[in-house]
T-cell receptor, first 113, second 115 residues
Framework: GQNIDQPTEMTATEGAIVQINCTYQTSGFNGLFWYQQHAGEAPTFLSY????GLEEKGRFSSFLSRSKGYSYLLLKELQMKDSASYLCAVRDRGKAAGNKLTFGGGTRVLVKP | DTAVSQTPKYLVTQMGNDKSIKCEQN?????MYWYKQDSKKFLKIMFS???????INETVPNRFSPKSPDKAHLNLHINSLELGDSAVYFCASSQVGDSNTGELFFGEGSRLTVL
């Protein structure tokens, strides 16, 4: 099974940078996803890491260290619209696991003016 | 052009009733899912179907019965509703293969309230 931990809540100022950490313990690993979820809406895909290192996508970057069971999502130049929950999810390895994603509890980010 | 659509968006019903939620995806994906998001916002997988075949059944009570008539549709029927079934149910789809990440595309969710 999977155990995924991320902070419950973070507050940051518009224009600043925020780093959301995610640690996981897994019986098998086949990739890590970050999703954004605004209140009352569906989660939307942000990033995917399967190899160690940094993936950059505009203002958002995601980092993975498989040996440490650790990932972070970096949000730069924060905007008010970035206020949302950010969900870390790990995919199981193996055909029997299908494409099963196990989600952490999410980190609620509040951006203040 | 909604990619993953589910109906209804809101369901309010009494304990003991039976209800269904429907889901359709027009992305041509081969895998569909039901996830449950409770009041604490944990998103937990319930079922996964690949080309109409049940792949994942995550120890969900047998009051919950998924049905996939074809790979573009995955419905969820819930019998004898209980208070603890109150949650937002998300349908999702993905395409798994060597050339893509297999990320999930979620529907807008169906908020179920059991009174």
């Amino acid at each position: 099974g999977q155990n995924i931990d991320q902070p419950t809540e973070m507050t940051a100022t518009e224009g600043a940078i925020v780093q959301i950490n995610c640690t996981y313990q897994t019986s098998g690993f086949n990739g890590l996803f970050w999703y954004q979820q605004h209140a009352g809406e569906a989660p939307t895909f942000l990033s995917y890491n399967v190899l160690d290192g940094l993936e950059e996508k505009g203002r958002f970057s995601s980092f993975l260290s498989r040996s440490k069971g650790y990932s972070y999502l970096l949000l730069k130049e924060l905007q008010m619209k970035d206020s949302a929950s950010y969900l870390c999810a790990v995919r199981d390895r193996g055909k029997a696991a299908g494409n099963k994603l196990t989600f952490g509890g999410g980190t609620r980010v509040l951006v203040k003016p | 052009d909604t990619a993953v659509s589910q109906t209804p968006k809101y369901l309010v019903t009494q304990m003991g009733n039976d209800k269904s939620i429907k889901c359709e995806q027009n992305l041509g994906h081969d895998t569909m899912y039901w996830y449950k998001q409770d009041s604490k916002k944990f998103l937990k997988i319930m079922f996964s179907y690949n080309n109409k075949e049940l792949i994942i059944n995550e120890t969900v009570p047998n009051r919950f019965s998924p049905k996939s008539p074809d790979k573009a549709h995955l419905n969820l029927h819930i019998n004898s509703l209980e208070l603890g079934d109150s949650a937002v149910y998300f349908c999702a789809s993905s395409q798994v293969g060597d050339s893509n990440t297999g990320e999930l595309f979620f529907g807008e969710g169906s908020r179920l309230t059991v009174l």
